[in-house]
T-cell receptor, first 116, second 111 residues
Framework: GAGVSQSPSNKVTEKGKDVELRCDPI?????LYWYRQSLGQGLEFLIY????????KSGLPSDRFSAERTGGSVSTLTIQRTQQEDSAVYLC??????????????FGPGTRLTVL | QKEVEQNSGPLSVPEGAIASLNCTYS??????FFWYRQYSGKSPELIMS????GDKEDGRFTAQLNKASQYVSLLIRDSQPSDSATYLC???????????FGDGTTLTVKP
C-alpha cells in the first residue's frame, strides 16, 4: 500500500510568514510523529499523536509551533512567524501501535523548509 | 549528557570488513531499541529492532543489546559500498510512546 506522504516537498518562505506542513500517514496507523532534522544532525522529536490526541508536546520548540490531527489520519504542523532557525527538514512518521515493543516507525519523504 | 549517544564518526571500513556501530542510552525505562539507516537526502528506514538482551541476527546485520550496561550495537558483516549511510540509533519507552534518536554515525565502506 501507499507509504507516508508529506506535502509540500519543499517550502521557501520569508521570515515572519506562517507555514503549514501536511502529513498523510499509512492507512490504519494510529500513531503519528513529527521530527525535525537540521543539516548533518539527528532527528529532533517535536510531537506525537495517538489517534487525534497528543500525549506529548514537549518537543515543540516554542509556542509558534502547533500541530493537529483530525479523523485519526492527516496531521498538520503549523509554524507561525517563521524564523531563519526554523529552516530544516521536517519528517513525519507513522506506526501501527505505539505501545508495541517492536512498533516500527515508517517515515515520509520530508518537507524541506527554508526561511529566508 | 544526551539521552542517546552514538560513537562519533565518520567511520570508514574496507569492503568485506565488519562495521561496528555503538549506542548508549541514559533512560533505564527504555524498552525497545531500533537501528535506522538514512542515505544522504533520504528518510530513515528501519534495519533492525531489538528488545531482549542478547543478539538478534538478520542477514548481514546483528543487533546486540545489554540493558544492564545501557548499550546497544549494530554489527554489519561483509560490508558493502551500498551500506554507506548514516545509521541512527533510536530508543523507545513504550509507556511514554515516543522514541529518542541519537545524532547518527556516518559509515563509509570503501571498495
Amino acid at each position: 500500500g501507499a507509504g507516508v506522504s508529506q506535502s509540500p516537498s519543499n517550502k521557501v518562505t520569508e521570515k515572519g510568514k506562517d507555514v503549514e506542513l501536511r502529513c498523510d500517514p499509512i492507512s490504519g496507523h494510529t500513531a503519528l510523529y513529527w521530527y525535525r532534522q537540521s543539516l548533518g544532525q539527528g532527528l529532533e522529536f517535536l510531537i506525537y499523536f495517538q489517534g487525534n490526541s497528543a500525549p506529548d508536546k514537549s518537543g515543540l520548540p516554542s509556542d509558534r509551533f502547533s500541530a493537529e490531527r483530525t479523523g485519526g489520519s492527516v496531521s498538520t504542523l503549523t509554524i507561525q512567524r517563521t524564523q531563519q532557525e526554523d529552516s530544516a527538514v521536517y519528517l513525519c512518521a507513522s506506526s501501527l501501535v505505539w505501545r508495541d515493543l517492536e512498533d516500527t516507525q515508517y517515515f515520509g519523504p520530508g518537507t524541506r523548509l527554508t526561511v529566508l | 549528557q544526551k539521552e542517546v549517544e552514538q560513537n562519533s564518526g565518520p567511520l570508514s571500513v574496507p569492503e568485506g570488513a565488519i562495521a561496528s556501530l555503538n549506542c548508549t542510552y541514559s533512560d533505564r525505562g527504555s524498552q525497545s531499541f531500533f537501528w535506522y539507516r538514512q542515505y544522504s537526502g533520504k528518510s530513515p528506514e528501519l534495519i533492525m529492532s531489538i528488545y531482549s538482551n542478547g543478539d538478534k541476527e538478520d542477514g548481514r546485520f546483528t543487533a546486540q543489546l545489554n540493558k544492564a550496561s545501557q548499550y546497544v550495537s549494530l554489527l554489519i558483516r561483509d560490508s558493502q559500498p551500498s551500506d554507506s549511510a548514516t545509521y541512527l540509533c533510536a530508543v523507545k519507552d513504550t509507556n511514554a510512546g515516543k522514541s529518542t534518536f541519537g545524532d547518527g554515525t556516518t559509515l563509509t565502506v570503501k571498495p
